[in-house]
């Protein structure tokens, strides 16, 4: 599979009302390993358990994007990056907007997801 190459302007930047969007460049249908994209909080105060590994990486924030894991906080700044592994109960949060690339794995992590 070639190379490609993905442009902000192609990417949908709605946010949720949960303060959150998510636009994927890599998923399944170009790599069996990994899916990426780029994210970003507003505003947000998520709970989430991640049922895949992750590697994100702040691109700008308004204020720390801060993941909450087992009572500890790691404030990320822009430029910064976490790797968390599968099965690790957090809490994204972010006062103003985060914006982050982020990597996980495996490819097809969305239909893995646990009912």
């Known amino acids: 599979m070639p190379a490609k190459h993905f442009k902000l302007s192609d990417l949908d930047l709605t946010y949720s009302e949960r303060g959150s969007f998510l636009s ?31 590697v994100i990486s702040c691109l700008s924030t308004e204020n720390g994007l ?19 592994p599968k099965d690790t109960d957090l809490v994204y949060r972010s006062a103003g907007t985060s914006v982050f690339f982020y990597a996980v794995s495996p490819a097809d992590w969305k239909d893995r997801r646990p009912a």
Do not use: M, Q
């Not at 170009?30 to 990426?36: I, L, P, R, V």
């Not at 801060?66 to 968390?84: F, N, R």
């Open 24 to 54: 994927e460049y890599v998923d399944r249908r170009n790599s069996e390993h990994f899916a990426a994209g780029v994210a970003s909080f507003r505003d947000a105060d998520i709970p989430f358990r991640i049922w895949y590994d992750e």
């Open 66 to 84: 801060e993941i909450v894991i087992d009572g500890t906080s790691h404030l990320l700044s822009a430029g910064d990056a976490i790797w968390i």
